[in-house]
């Protein structure tokens, strides 16, 4: 479970529920005990008056006043009963009819209260009561039927567990209510960070309870020194190219030397050289161009990012007077970051604009895959050079097979987003096809 709302929501229903049941638990029962003890209460004073009804002749077995004792005891199965035992005497209710209490009447049993079964299998309370008069031992037990006191317990655990249901749902619609405003300032967080993925923010706002403002801070300074480290290494790219331009201008020259045109070999592999210097150059000095500006880690943004990519490319083969034609979605933003797939288009639409003839096409689909396929009018690669160009572990460099293509960077790029590379020749165009597939479950930055 990783959202916190729920987490939250769920330890609270949970300890609500556990609170309620033991509440329910601890009132029946409290109300059970305060019941039996005003029963046990009234058992004591009924049993004081059968004491004072009991009566010890000086001749024949102890007597017992049944006019004395409340009429309830003479009615059958009323739910009152008694049992006696004067002496060798015993007397019972009349109220049990033909039934006997099972209570043990032993003066070690006196002051206990029993559960049991009377008749009529009603539930009932006894009291067992122990006496010394007139040199006679009397033991006492009265009963009551409990059934009104559980009827009453059990509507009122009813009605508790009714009236707490609806206090239940009330408190979980309020702890919802206040777990969601407790954490709206983390909703406006997860904003900005989707705002920060398509480019829309630089950093994440401040504007945070202080308990998450130390996480913000470190992934705005994460944020703050990756750009850093972005553009120096960007302008770095370029400062090298143009440092050295120079001391290749003066090799160039030196190349010219009279000394140097003799020696052929020299000539050849000093001429060979310095073109492949300047073709490197040249080179990063464009990828530099094609990078651009713009926030790290933003998604990649058709309307921002691609016409300026476009534009550059066709000032640079301004000489071709190039048809750079393009097929797109009809959505803003590609969820991919800005870089990796400014840095594959610019090496990929560089190399077909490299060798076109007049025409180039980009065209992107966006479903369940993002698919981005680029193809040229130029002289195209055969199936043997397609599936050379295709094997892993080749880090081809824009010399192999006369393709400017830095495929090296456009896999390794493929291989993050755990994508599919095909090339071969376009089937309209008739020059180089290559298309990228992109798996959208994979696309995370």
């Known amino acids: 479970m990783r959202s916190l709302q729920r987490r939250l929501s769920t330890g609270l229903i949970i300890s609500l529920i556990v609170i309620f ?28 008056t059968m004491l004072s009804a009991i009566s010890f002749p000086d001749t024949g077995p102890a007597h017992l006043d049944s006019v004395r004792i409340d009429g309830i005891y003479r009615r059958p199965y009323s739910g009152h009963y008694y049992l006696i035992q004067a002496g060798d005497t015993v007397f019972r209710s009349r109220s049990l009819w033909d039934h006997n209490l099972s209570v043990p009447l ?5 002051g206990k209260r029993l559960d049991l079964q009377g008749p009529q299998n009603q539930p009932l309370l006894a009291l067992i009561t122990h006496y010394h008069r007139a040199g006679q031992e009397i033991t006492i037990a009265v009963a009551e039927d409990l059934t009104d006191i559980e009827a009453q317990v059990t509507r009122f655990q009813q009605v508790f567990t ?13 702890q ?54 972005m553009t120096r290494s960007r302008n770095a790219l370029g400062d090298l190219a143009h440092a050295l331009k120079k001391p290749l201008t003066v090799i160039r020259q030196v190349r010219q030397d009279p000394v140097i ?5 020299i000539r050849t592999q000093l001429e060979q050289q310095t073109e492949d210097m300047a073709q490197s150059i040249e080179r990063y000095l464009r990828r530099a161009r094609l990078a651009g500006e713009g926030p790290a880690g933003s998604y990649y943004s058709l309307t921002d990012d691609l016409p300026p990519l476009l534009s550059t490319l066709q000032k640079i083969y301004a000489d071709k007077a190039l048809r750079i034609e393009t097929v797109l979605p009809n959505i803003a933003t590609l969820p991919i970051d800005r870089e990796d797939l400014q840095e594959m288009l610019g090496n990929l639409l560089d190399n077909a604009c490299k060798w076109a003839r007049s025409r180039v096409r980009l065209s992107i689909e966006s479903n369940h895959h993002i698919t981005i396929t680029i193809e040229d009018d130029g002289p195209g690669v055969s199936d043997e050079e397609s599936v050379q160009l295709l094997m892993r572990g080749n880090r081809l460099d824009e010399s192999v097979l006369g393709h400017g293509l830095g495929l090296a960077i456009v896999k390794d790029i493929v291989d993050q987003y755990d994508g599919k590379v095909k090339i071969e020749s376009s089937p309209e165009l008739q020059g180089f096809y290559i298309q990228v597939q992109l798996d959208k479950g994979s696309i995370h930055l």
Do not use: C, W
């Open 21 to 48: 049941i033991v509440l329910l638990i601890l009132v029946s029962h409290a109300i059970r005990h305060v019941s039996e003890d005003y029963i046990a209460s009234r058992l004591e004073h009924d049993s004081e």
């Open 106 to 110: 032993d003066s070690r049993e006196a």
């Open 162 to 174: 009714f009236v707490a249901l609806i206090l239940f749902f009330i408190m979980v619609t309020i």
């Open 176 to 229: 919802a209510l206040l777990v969601y405003l407790g954490l709206r300032p983390i909703e406006a967080v997860r904003e900005d960070i989707r705002k920060l993925e398509q480019g829309s923010v630089e950093k994440l706002s401040n504007q945070v309870p202080s308990e998450i403002q130390p996480l913000v801070n470190e992934v705005n300074r994460l944020l703050q020194l990756m750009h850093q480290r």
């Open 261 to 265: 045109k003799e020696n052929d070999n």
